[in-house]
Each structure stands twice: as structure tokens, then as C-alpha cells.
């Protein structure tokens, strides 16, 4: 019986070994390529506060020059546009029309500068990632109505890329 079973026991080693080696001789190797795209980000940052304070005017005048840096903070280059409210008090009321703010990316008078508006405009096409981009700004304090007191107003910028 220890013959038989040895015997057995040999030929179910001798098929198994030939059975692995033909599922082995008759395996293959497939590949496959993965693809992506990688896109390019833009965004805004204030690397020195975002606030532009024109300091204290009489009604008329016409502020200083005041500068906001900002950074494109993404990988490519975009574009950077403003837009902005009324000048209002501290309850909500308009006292300076928005487009007695203006604006540039070069320095220079008043009048050379943009009146902001209430829409999207153009600030540049070609806001450069990762450089600081100097804007310039001044406000006219003309006034819709005798006031006095602090006013406020909202600037809103866009960058698409």
C-alpha cells in the first residue's frame, strides 16, 4: 500500500507540476498608458492688507495717490477685474457715488485714472503669477449730501484664467 500510495502520490506531484508550468508558459503581460491634464490656477491675494484707507477729506477733495499690491497666487497668468458699490455711511446709506474712486495700474493724476463702476472692468489682461502687481488709487470726495463721518465702500475682484 506504501508503494501505491508513493506511486500515486509522485504522478499527482508530476500533473500538478505540468499543469503550473503551462498555465505559466501561457500567461501574457498587458499594459495600459494612464493620461491626465493638468490645469493651470489663478487667484488673488493681498500681500499687504486688502483696506485702502484715503485718510480724513474735506467735502471736494481729492486724496493722495494710495497703493494695493496684489498677487496672482496661481501657476498661470490671468485676468483681474474690479468692480464696486457706492461709497455708503455706517447705516447703510450712499454717500459718494462708486465712481469717485478711481483707479490704474500706473501711477498718475486722478483724471488719468478709471472711475470704478458697478460692472466688471478691466484691471489688467495680464496679471502675472507670483509678481506683485502695484494698482493706484485715489478717491474725490464729492458728496451726494451734507456728511460727515466715516464712509465705506466695497471693492469686488475677479481672476480668470
Not at 508550468?21 to 498608458?33: E, H, K, M, V
Not at 500681500?47 to 477729506?57: D, F, H, I, K, Q
Not at 465712481?99 to 485714472?113: A, L, P
Request: net charge neutral.
Amino acid at each position: 500500500m506504501k508503494i501505491w500510495f508513493g506511486i500515486i502520490l509522485a504522478s499527482f506531484l508530476v500533473v500538478t507540476f505540468s499543469l503550473l508550468s503551462t498555465l505559466i508558459a501561457s500567461a501574457s503581460a498587458q499594459q495600459a498608458t494612464g493620461t491626465a491634464t493638468i490645469l493651470g490656477t489663478c487667484g488673488l491675494s493681498f500681500p499687504n492688507g486688502n483696506a485702502v484707507n484715503y485718510g480724513s477729506l474735506l467735502p471736494n477733495a481729492t486724496s493722495s495717490e494710495k497703493i494695493l499690491n496684489m498677487t496672482n497666487s496661481g501657476s498661470v497668468n490671468a485676468t483681474l477685474t474690479v468692480t464696486g458699490g457706492d461709497w455708503l455711511n455706517s447705516g447703510g446709506i450712499p454717500v459718494m457715488n462708486r465712481t469717485n474712486t478711481h483707479y490704474n495700474i500706473t501711477s498718475g493724476t486722478f483724471f488719468q485714472k478709471t472711475p470704478l463702476q458697478n460692472f466688471d472692468q478691466l484691471v489688467t489682461g495680464n496679471f502675472t503669477s507670483g509678481v506683485i502687481l502695484q494698482t493706484f488709487w485715489q478717491l474725490q470726495a464729492i458728496l451726494l449730501n451734507p456728511f460727515t463721518g466715516s464712509a465705506t465702500q466695497t471693492m469686488n475682484f475677479t481672476v480668470s484664467c
